[in-house]
């Protein structure tokens, strides 16, 4: 297979090969599940003196999102460091930050009365309070980097490249899943992820025979046995210990070999699923957009919380999440004809100075 084909979200060449795209979909409902998981209030309500099937189930799905923040970044490393930055894509990307911050926080002010802090309004203009915390803000400044980035990724030996990773990885994941430090940075471990796929895309790790797809159960059943040895034991750690962050030697191995896993399925070119990976992002800025939004689907409409004692839970979970992923996905395809569609070649008019300006300067 070629491994090479695939296009990324911003950027990259023409071909797209839908294994990555399938990764792409999955990621985002790791994601979803996440958040229903985690922004809903629920997990705030298991009771660990009296561990029931529910409260393993919580446990065992709210890792997902941070694998799939993780993923998202390889991704980008994987196909950006062979591709170029575009500054037109880039202003459409802001636009559809913009676009959803605005039209969402005014629907739940005007139909809904949930009331916005000042910030929280300043927050429609893309980015400005999303940094160091948010992934949105952190995958755009990476981007934004990536033409110098890719220019010291490509420059280095594997020797030189092992190293780096070797340093960086000691520091943001040994330190904190072992050493207790709190190392976490969001643009920081952006940076790492996008190296560890670059990586793999330079030294063709995809070509080595290892058994990726028992690697990732393996990675799964690991995180999910330490879940409950801790509650069992009721050990010193959280249960979250060992999937939050997204740093967590848990996490990293996860996101590696799901990734690897999927870049070496065989996966027919499919125009749903290429055109489902195709508004992840849409996905992500609609259900994830404010902390109104996630009070609003979360707690006020699907009473996650009222579910803690419910036998199909899980049903429940799975079933809405994959409601909001398709709901979410016709709202960004509608976005993307109705209003990035007819701007498209406006933008590529106006910014194609810029594009050249930049190419020259980087």
């Avoid at 037109?88 to 809904?112: D, E, H």
């Avoid at 980097?145 to 000691?170: C, E, H, Q």
Wanted: a positive charge; proline letters at 3%; aromatic letters at 16%.
């Amino acid at each position: 297979m070629n491994y090479s084909n695939i296009t990324p979200q911003i950027g990259g060449g023409k071909t797209r090969s839908s294994n990555i795209e399938l990764l792409r979909c999955v990621a985002m409902m790791m994601i979803i599940v996440h958040h229903y998981c985690v922004n809903s209030g629920i997990s705030e309500l298991l009771d660990f003196t009296n561990n029931t099937i529910n409260t393993i189930i919580i446990q065992f799905m709210a890792f997902g999102g941070k694998v799939g923040v993780n993923i998202f970044f390889m991704i980008s490393g994987y196909f950006m460091i062979t591709g170029k930055m575009n500054v037109k894509k880039v202003v459409l990307f802001l636009l559809q930050i913009f676009t959803y911050n605005l039209v969402i926080r005014l629907s739940l002010w005007y139909f809904g009365g949930y009331t916005f802090p000042t910030k929280d309004w300043l927050g429609i203009i893309p980015i400005i309070f999303g940094v160091p915390a948010s992934f949105i803000a952190s995958y755009l400044f990476i981007y934004l980097l990536t033409p110098l980035i890719n220019r010291g990724l490509t420059a280095l030996s594997k020797r030189d490249f092992n190293y780096m990773l070797g340093v960086l990885l000691f520091y943001f994941t040994i330190e904190q899943t072992f050493m207790m430090q709190n190392t976490w940075h969001y643009l920081g471990w952006a940076f790492v992820m996008y190296s560890i796929g670059a990586y793999i895309r330079r030294f063709e790790i995809a070509s080595l025979n290892m058994p990726w797809r028992l690697l990732a159960i393996a990675s799964v059943l690991l995180v999910w046995g330490l879940i409950i040895f801790v509650d069992i034991n009721h050990y010193r750690f959280h249960w979250s210990y060992f999937i939050f962050d997204a740093n967590k030697l848990t996490m990293l191995l996860c996101a590696i070999c799901i990734f690897m896993a999927f870049l070496t399925l065989e996966v027919r070119s499919s125009r749903v699923i290429n055109t489902l990976a195709s508004t992840c992002f849409g996905v992500l800025l609609i259900h994830a957009n404010c902390d109104a939004m996630r009070q609003w689907l979360w707690q006020d409409t699907l009473d996650v919380p009222g579910q803690i004692d419910n036998p199909w839970l899980l049903v429940h979970m799975l079933g809405w999440c994959l409601t909001i992923f398709i709901i979410c996905a016709f709202i960004e395809l509608c976005r993307k004809h109705i209003i990035e569609k007819p701007l498209y070649n406006i933008v590529e008019t106006i910014f194609k100075p810029l594009q050249s300006l930049a190419r020259q300067i980087i």
